[in-house]
C-alpha cells in the first residue's frame, strides 16, 4: 500500500513538473522577447536600474507623442535589459503601428527611441537649461510684439514624452513666448532641455514670411547656457 502511494506521488510531480513545462513553453511561444543595453549618452557606461518602455507611434508622426504598451522591464547592473511583447500586440499594426522601445531613468531627462529592429542600444540624456536674454532697442525697427520659439533639432526624439514643452499634431514640439513692448528686456529661463541635442531659435510671427532673426544652438548637458537675442 505504501508502495502504491510512493507511485501516485511520483506519477503526480512528473506530471506537474511537465505541466509547468508545458505553460513556460506555451508563454514563450506568444511572446517576442527584446534584449539590449540601456547607456550613458555622456560617459558611455552602462545604466543599471532603468525602466525600458516598449510602445508606438505612428508612422511619419514624429510629432506625435509615443504611448506605451505592454510591461516595462528594468535594466540589470551591466546595463542589459530584456522586454517581452505578446505576438498579438506587435502583430496589431492596425492599432499599434511604429512600434519602438525607449528608457527612463532617475537623474536623466529622456532616452533614444529606436525601433526594435535596431541593435538594442538605448542612450539616456542629460538634462540641460538655457537661459535666454531677449532685448528690443527699438533702433533697429518700429516692432511692438514678436514671438519667440525654441525647437528641438533631432526630430528622433520629438515623440519622446514630454521631449520639450507642448506637443501638437502637426506641428513641430516647442517652447514659445510672446515679447511685448518697444524696449523689451527679459530673460527666459527654459529648464527641462536635453543637453547633446541640437536646438534652433526663431523669432517672428506665424505669418508668412522669413523669421526676424533665427540661430541654431547646440546645448552642453548639465550646464546653464547663456544666450543673447536682439530684435
Not at 506537474?16 to 560617459?43: A, E, M, P, R, W
Not at 558611455?44 to 508622426?61: K, L, W
Not at 538605448?122 to 531677449?134: G, K, R, T
Amino acid at each position: 500500500m505504501k508502495r502504491d502511494i510512493r507511485l501516485v506521488l511520483i506519477l503526480t510531480s512528473s506530471l506537474f513538473i511537465l505541466y509547468l513545462f508545458s505553460c513556460k513553453k506555451q508563454d514563450d511561444s506568444n511572446s517576442n522577447t527584446f534584449t539590449g543595453i540601456v547607456i550613458d549618452k555622456v560617459t558611455g557606461d552602462p545604466v543599471s536600474g532603468a525602466t525600458v518602455s516598449y510602445g508606438y507611434r505612428p508612422f511619419g508622426e514624429i510629432d506625435t507623442q509615443v504611448q506605451k504598451i505592454g510591461q516595462p522591464a528594468l535594466s540589470g547592473k551591466d546595463g542589459s535589459f530584456k522586454i517581452s511583447i505578446l505576438k498579438t500586440i506587435m502583430e496589431d499594426w492596425r492599432r499599434y503601428p511604429g512600434q519602438i522601445i525607449f528608457a527612463s531613468a532617475t537623474g536623466y531627462i529622456g532616452s533614444d527611441i529606436i525601433s526594435p529592429s535596431d541593435n538594442g542600444r538605448i542612450a539616456l540624456y542629460h538634462p540641460s537649461e538655457l537661459n535666454l536674454h531677449v532685448t528690443n532697442d527699438t533702433v533697429k525697427n518700429q516692432i511692438d510684439e514678436i514671438k519667440v520659439w525654441l525647437t528641438g533639432g533631432n526630430s528622433e526624439l520629438w515623440g519622446y514624452p514630454g521631449f520639450i514643452g507642448r506637443v501638437v499634431q502637426g506641428w513641430y514640439p516647442y517652447y514659445i513666448s510672446t515679447c511685448k513692448g518697444r524696449d523689451f528686456d527679459s530673460i527666459f529661463v527654459i529648464k527641462n532641455l536635453w543637453g547633446n541635442v541640437d536646438y534652433s531659435i526663431g523669432g517672428g510671427s506665424y505669418s508668412p514670411g522669413p523669421p526676424l532673426f533665427s540661430y541654431g544652438i547646440y546645448l552642453p548637458p548639465d550646464s546653464v547656457y547663456h544666450m543673447d537675442v536682439s530684435f
